[in-house]
């Protein structure tokens, strides 16, 4: 990663200002928080299950639109109130503790099927459960009744509320964007084999929790739980294998750093001491902003993170440098084999099935009503999204082509370039959507009435259709007759002229995505009936068929029949 992108990842400072918005529904859910802990008289497990919840809603939230906040009002509450007496459970029972921990992750990421409603209910179910894994062992109390949970549940609640104020002044304001619209990110795909991806996501997880559960309780009694919350971090959200691949060596290099650099500093505090709390409060900051530029950096400030809150209770980080050390390794061994041999997801399947995804948005943009200029901005904000999400499942062929690797590997991924190349073509596109869009926007009337203009967005949705049937290797159905060019019409209006130029330019992109795909499949025929046979006699199922004629050079005089 070169010097130039570190400095130059947030130019217009859109992430530094999504960041500041977190930072303060965290500061306001720790300072609920404390006075909970003191007015109830709860232990200080209430509050680091209220910071982590809280950073991780600051950063979820996001892309929520209104239903989906009404959603988190509902579900998270639960989800914390459960999340408590799990706690509790893996505390008095750690078997079967550990088994319902299992059970709801691999759940939560099991109902992303069922669309991006259920993908977000599933996401907060989460957040509970990964807090379980944050706070050191024989810190939390047992017992207590539901007390605690019910507690839980009441900051949860503030949580959504605060961030929703927030966000909402946030966006009003223009210091953040708007989210896109819902139904933006679509329902989980499903693989060749029929499996969906999110079924194949959940039983990989199923397998690398529960194999870190064993390791970890075996190995490390006093300290299981770094083994799964590395094995819960690298399996979680894995996209393909090569995807999983990175992110267990991020997440090895940048803990090791993380853990390392906590050590460095561990003793200069004393425990409970306040210092300590605002340099947790300023690493989750750099974690949460620099998230966006390298998964390396988020690994390596939050394991800071813990370790500093470690020394916070007293357990000094520099004594248990190789245990964490070890555990974290584990974990990333473990969550990687999980995913490479467990219904293994394949890059250039994922690769082509955003691909495809991305250009599906781009032809709702070309068939949509350009008189109505939301349905040009939803369209707009789709492909958008679905070019970042390409981006992000080619990030493991980028960090792979810039490293050297060995000739029969890199020869190998020579042949998988041609997604990068994919990605290029595709952010060309983009810069001309928003152009087209922009253009709609200021004359959306003469642009739909222009006949020149509807000719040729007409053939570029073809072609965009053209080149999803070459991706999933589909060949047209039968019966469609090849496109005639249509006369040429010269347009008047600048604005025309403008947005043929654009969609010259997706076409043009479009020819380059033919390229990497290969050629078109051939046109499937339509299957002919089976013919009728007329039914014949019995007496005439065992006669011979009458003989062809001879040619008419062969043929011989018959002389008569004598009589």
């Known amino acids: 990663m070169s010097l130039r992108r570190a400095l130059h990842f947030d130019p217009r400072w859109e992430h530094l200002r999504a960041t500041a918005v977190t930072m303060a529904t965290v500061l306001g859910t720790y300072g609920w928080a404390l006075l909970v802990e003191h007015t109830a008289g709860l232990h200080v497990d209430s509050v680091v299950q209220a910071v982590v919840i809280a950073s991780a809603l600051g950063r979820v939230q996001r ?41 709801g992750v691999t759940g939560a990421i099991w109902v992303r099927r069922f669309g991006p409603r259920a993908t977000r209910a599933g996401t907060l179910v989460v957040l509970p459960l990964v807090a379980v894994l944050v706070v050191p062992g024989g810190v939390a109390p047992v017992g207590g009744g539901y007390e605690r949970a019910w507690w ?125 709390v605002v340099l947790i409060f300023a690493v989750l900051a750099v974690a949460t902003w620099l998230r966006e530029l390298s998964y390396a950096y988020w690994a390596g400030c939050v394991t800071a993170v813990l370790s500093l809150l470690y020394d916070w209770f007293g357990q000094s980080p520099g004594g248990l440098l190789h245990t964490r050390l070890a555990g ?57 999204h679905g070019v970042e999400q390409l981006g992000v499942a080619t990030a493991p062929l980028r960090l792979l082509a810039a490293l050297p690797l060995p000739r029969a590997l890199s020869t190998r991924l020579r042949r998988s370039l041609g997604a990068l190349r994919a990605v290029a073509a595709l952010r060309h596109c983009a810069g001309s959507v928003g152009d087209l869009a922009a253009a709609v926007a200021s004359a959306p009337d003469a642009l739909a009435d222009d006949p020149a203009v509807g000719r040729r967005r007409t053939e570029v949705a073809a072609h965009s259709l053209a080149v999803r049937r070459i991706i999933g290797r589909r060949p047209a159905p039968p ?15 600048p604005a025309a002229q403008n947005a043929l130029a654009t969609l010259a330019g997706i076409d043009t992109q479009l020819d380059v995505l033919t390229g990497l795909f290969g050629p078109p499949p051939a046109k499937s025929e339509p299957t002919p009936p089976p013919r009728a046979h007329p039914a014949r006699p019995r007496h005439a199922e065992h006669r011979p068929p009458p003989a062809e004629p001879a040619p008419p050079h062969e043929r011989t005089a018959v002389p008569p029949i004598q009589k």
């Open 328 to 384: 974290i390794a584990v974990g990333a061994v473990l969550g990687v084999a999980a995913s490479w041999l467990v219904l293994p997801i394949r890059t250039s399947l994922a690769v082509r099935a955003r691909t495809a995804a991305a250009l599906a948005n781009l032809g709702e943009l070309l068939e949509a009503d350009w008189r109505d200029d939301r349905a040009v901005r939803t369209a707009g904000a789709r492909f958008a």
């Open 152 to 276: 839980a549940a009441a900051t949860a609640l503030v949580a959504v509320a605060w961030g929703t104020l927030l966000t909402w002044a946030a966006q009003r304001v223009g210091l953040v964007r708007r989210p896109p619209t819902a139904g933006v990110v679509g329902a989980t795909a499903r693989t060749r084999s029929g499996v969906p991806a999110s079924t194949r996501m959940a039983l990989q997880m199923a397998v690398a929790l529960a194999a870190a559960f064993v390791v970890g309780r075996n190995l490390w009694p006093d300290h299981w739980s770094w083994v799964v919350l590395t094995a819960f971090l690298v399996c979680s959200g894995a996209r393909s294998r090569g995807d999983v691949l990175v992110k267990g060596a991020w997440r090895t290099v940048g803990a090791s750093a993380g853990t390392v650099a906590a050590g460095a500093v561990a003793g200069s505090f004393g425990p409970r001491s306040d210092a300590v």
């Open 63 to 103: 892309v929520f639109d209104p239903t989906d906040r009404l959603l988190a009002c509902a579900v998270l509450p639960c989800a914390a109130f459960g999340g408590t007496e799990l706690s509790t459970l893996i505390q008095r029972h750690p078997d079967v503790g550990d088994a319902v921990f299992v059970l």
């Open 479 to 493: 019966g469609i007759p090849e496109p005639t060019p249509p006369p040429p019409v010269r347009p008047t209006a």
